[in-house]
T-cell receptor
Framework: GAVVSQHPSRVICKSGTSVKIECRSL??????MFWYRQFPKQSLMLMAT?????????EQGVEKDKFLINHASLTLSTLTVTSAHPEDSSFYIC?????????????FGAGSRLTVL | GENVGLHLPTLSVQEGDNSIINCAYS??????FIWYKQESGKGPQFIID?????DKRQGQRVTVLLNKTVKHLSLQIAATQPGDSAVYFC????????????????FGQGTILTVHP
């Protein structure tokens, strides 16, 4: 139970294009979703927190116009990397917090690997 | 953006040995800690958690120890198996810093565990 799906799992794009990554909670309603970025052989760094129906809260140093986050429903949040450049190549991971059968859940997606050429 | 960070420490063990992975956490106000396992190309998987009012918790083959005096966590894996090879991260949360803080994890550096058959 408490499954989070991320799509796509891998994406390659040209420099200057925009890429959208989806994060879905499949069997619970996610009131909050978190987006992390992970560079190779490094830890996960929180980029932003999004609550359904409101604007995302970005961590210091993360450009909100570069990384657009939309959390329009209780089961879907999207991260759009706008005008992607090679330095944006990374592993992007979401996690979703919500309630399932009366218990707090916090589950991670499988991640999306972005390669910008 | 600039990518500055430390590479992960490594731990190599023989199959059947016990493994101890250590983590120093940063916030003395954190009241909940989680250990995650991350396999290559995948998102973090929950292993075990512990609240700050405990100093030890045991699961199946795993034990987490918490020393709040020195802000240190350890994960002990008994009879380590090749399938345990992965990167292990500790994460900390302040549960009661505010209603929306649950789920906002701060990850530790991580340790690469390699188990040799």
């Amino acid at each position: 139970g408490a499954v989070v799906s991320q799509h796509p799992s891998r994406v390659i794009c040209k420099s200057g294009t925009s890429v959208k990554i989806e994060c879905r909670s499949l069997d619970f309603q996610a009131t909050t979703m978190f987006w992390y970025r992970q560079f190779p052989k490094q830890s996960l760094m929180l980029m932003a927190t999004s609550n359904e129906g409101s604007k995302a809260t970005y961590e210091q140093g993360v450009e909100k116009d570069k990384f657009l986050i939309n959390h329009a429903s209780l089961t879907l949040s999207t991260l759009t990397v706008t005008s992607a450049h090679p330095e944006d190549s990374s592993f992007y991971i979401c996690s979703a917090r919500g309630d399932r059968a009366g218990a707090n859940v916090l589950t991670f997606g499988a991640g999306s690997r972005l390669t910008v050429l | 953006g600039e990518n500055v960070g430390l590479h992960l420490p490594t731990l190599s063990v023989q199959e059947g040995d016990n493994s101890i992975i250590n983590c120093a956490y940063s916030n003395s106000a954190s009241d909940y800690f989680i250990w995650y396992k991350q396999e290559s190309g995948k998102g973090p998987q929950f292993i075990i958690d512990i609240r700050s009012n405990m100093d030890k918790r045991q699961g199946q083959r795993v034990t987490v120890l918490l020393n709040k005096t020195v802000k240190h966590l350890s994960l002990q894996i008994a009879a380590t198996q090749p399938g345990d090879s992965a990167v292990y991260f500790c994460a900390e949360i302040q549960l009661y810093a505010g209603g929306t803080s649950y789920g906002k994890l701060t990850f530790g550096q991580g340790t690469i565990l390699t188990v040799h058959p």
